[in-house]
């Protein structure tokens, strides 16, 4: 059976894309603006073509040409939310909005069965609704059936509470969101105790052998432990962090320290019981729930549900940043076993 072809826009290092690799689907082309999600990009999926450009300006009708596409089933991506405004009402006419504009021109152009748009859950409350509508005007204007929903990371097997507003088009039939896939939230705990305290080389084997199901399933096709450099902390910054119990923030220090990082999210442990709280792009101010450092590079990968053959290029600073744009394979997965259905 033909496998269904799509296209990733503001692909990053491709979490959106793995998970429709995973239920199935043939992503023939990542497009994105940052080279080093790029090089990510290419090293784990071979059998995608990538393109670093500005789809500011990006031709869809060049693309299509280019790279012999002359028929795209499936549109996803995440375009940056940064500009969305509410001036007059209407996202479309604000030159903020050029990137949210080009995914648009893309689905235009290219009149997939589907589109599959991911962003931050506050693009639903923006101005009381008005970038929601906005948004589903202008895809509804294109002959498209849109329906959104924020969707929690954690019901999908991803150990980790990531919230993400998620709008889907048809052109035949509303979206159907998924369910949650499981009542029993995988914990930080059961996602990472395997991994050791210390920095291991790329390459070494695994000194711990898997304490879960959901590690033996991140296993799976890997037999070495990669991505998994831990940072040297000052000897003052490790003893504030093993002040703070397991899953507790700066409110558990002594209150005269808590003006020591001005943020509410300030020396933060992820909690071993309970999913963990959203992942970032490699802020120093989340810590291990048990170890006086920050997760590695594998740890916050696992925490998004990419496997450990899934290996990150690059400085470590960027494979955190890369790691943390990423939406979580998982869910990313489940949408597209529910659109293959549909379709």
């Not at 300006?57 to 040409?65: F, G, I, M, T």
């Not at 097997?157 to 896939?181: C, D, H, M």
């Not at 048990?290 to 960027?318: C, H, M, W, Y």
Request: hydrophobic share 40%; proline share 5%.
């Amino acid at each position: 059976m033909k496998k269904s072809i799509v296209i990733d826009l503001f692909s990053g290092c491709g979490g959106l894309s793995l998970g429709f690799e995973m239920a199935g689907f043939d992503v023939k082309l990542a497009i994105d603006n940052w080279e080093d999600a790029l090089v990510t990009y290419r090293f784990n999926h071979k059998n995608t073509a990538t393109l670093n450009a500005d789809l500011l300006n990006l031709d869809p009708a060049k693309v299509e040409q280019d790279f012999n596409l002359h028929e795209v089933d499936i549109i996803i991506g995440g375009p940056p939310c940064q500009g969305f405004s509410v001036a007059g009402k209407r996202i479309i006419d604000d030159d903020r909005n050029k990137l949210y504009r080009s995914f648009v021109r893309f689905v235009d152009h290219f009149k997939p069965k589907a589109f599959v748009m991911e962003n931050v859950p506050n693009i639903l409350s923006i101005g009381n609704g008005a970038v929601r509508d906005a948004i589903i005007h202008d895809f509804s204007a294109l002959g498209y059936k849109v329906a959104y929903k924020v969707l929690i990371a954690s019901d999908y097997g991803v150990p980790q509470n990531r919230r993400r507003a998620i709008f889907v088009g048809l052109l035949k039939s509303e979206f159907i969101f998924p369910k949650p896939t499981t009542e029993i939230r995988v914990t930080t705990k059961e996602a990472i105790s395997d991994l050791p305290e210390e920095t291991k080389n790329d390459g070494e084997g695994y000194p711990i052998r898997p304490q879960s199901e959901y590690q033996r399933l991140m296993r799976v096709n890997s037999s070495t432990l990669n991505n998994h450099q831990a940072t040297v902390h000052t000897a003052e910054t490790k003893r504030i962090i093993a002040m703070v119990p397991d899953g507790c923030n700066y409110k558990c220090l002594p209150k005269e320290m808590w003006s020591l990082r001005k943020v509410h999210i300030a020396w933060t442990r992820m909690d071993s019981k309970k999913p963990c709280f959203t992942i970032d792009t490699g802020h120093n101010h989340h810590f291990h729930y048990s170890f006086n450092r920050v997760p590695t590079v594998r740890e916050s990968a696992r925490i998004q549900s990419f496997p450990d053959d899934f290996l990150f290029i690059g400085s470590k600073g960027s494979q955190l940043k890369q790691v943390g744009n990423a939406v979580p394979p998982f869910m990313a997965k489940e949408i597209a076993k529910q659109l293959l259905k549909q379709l």
